[in-house]
């Protein structure tokens, strides 16, 4: 099989055939083999791995980015004029089977060469970037597991130069630990908002 790619897609042909073939796919074909390719090893692991095993499953991924967009933006819309309260039990089971199989990360991360600078997350993936952002950060928490990438870029180095304390360092506290600065926030929130410029994440019952 010989391969070429032109300005209109790949040229493809047989070594023992001079008919030449064009494929052509659109940007959302390309998003749906960007899913297939993100989903593909967790089914395989699973013993579904090949469409005809397995097929409706396979063709909800592989159009799971229009199901999750499509349903947002009608259930933002009534968000905001009032009329929902909350987003309906239907997204979030699609949202978290998306985050589970690791959906999320073609959607929120566009493809980028490695000589240009990383894009930013799409606006329309945006609210999708912040729930799996929640979770890992949930899972981080739970587990004393390293803390997202992410979030590591806004907080700074206040480590001390022993390197003995190192505040950013998840897996050094405990659940007693936890608990004790919640409370402190809590009960004494003065000694933590002072002037000038500074920042201070909490998680729990407390603000982000």
Known sequence: LNI?????????????SLDLSLLSPSPQDYIAERLSRSFSP??????MSSPTTAPCLH??????????LDQHTYEEEQLC???????TEYLQYLTALAVGL???????????????????TPPEWAWLKKFTSA???????KYRKSL????????????????KYKPEDNSVWSVTMDTQILEWINT??????RSGDSKVFTWGKGSW
Not at 42 to 47: F, P, Q, W, Y
Not at 135 to 140: A, D
Not at 148 to 163: A, F
Request: proline share 10%; aromatic share 6%.
């Open 4 to 16: 070429c790619w032109t300005g209109e897609g790949v040229v493809y042909c047989n070594s023992n």
């Open 42 to 47: 967790i089914l395989d692991k699973l013993g």
């Open 59 to 68: 063709a909800l991924l592989r159009n799971m980015h229009h199901m999750l």
């Open 81 to 87: 004029s009032g009329k929902q309260l909350v987003h």
């Open 102 to 120: 690791g959906l999320d990360t073609p959607l929120t991360n566009l493809p980028t060469p490695p000589h240009l600078p990383i894009l930013t």
């Open 135 to 141: 979770i890992h950060m949930s899972e981080s928490f």
């Open 148 to 163: 997202p990438s992410d979030l590591n870029t806004v907080i700074p180095d206040i480590g001390d130069e022993t390197g």
């Open 188 to 193: 004494k929130p003065g000694d933590w908002w």
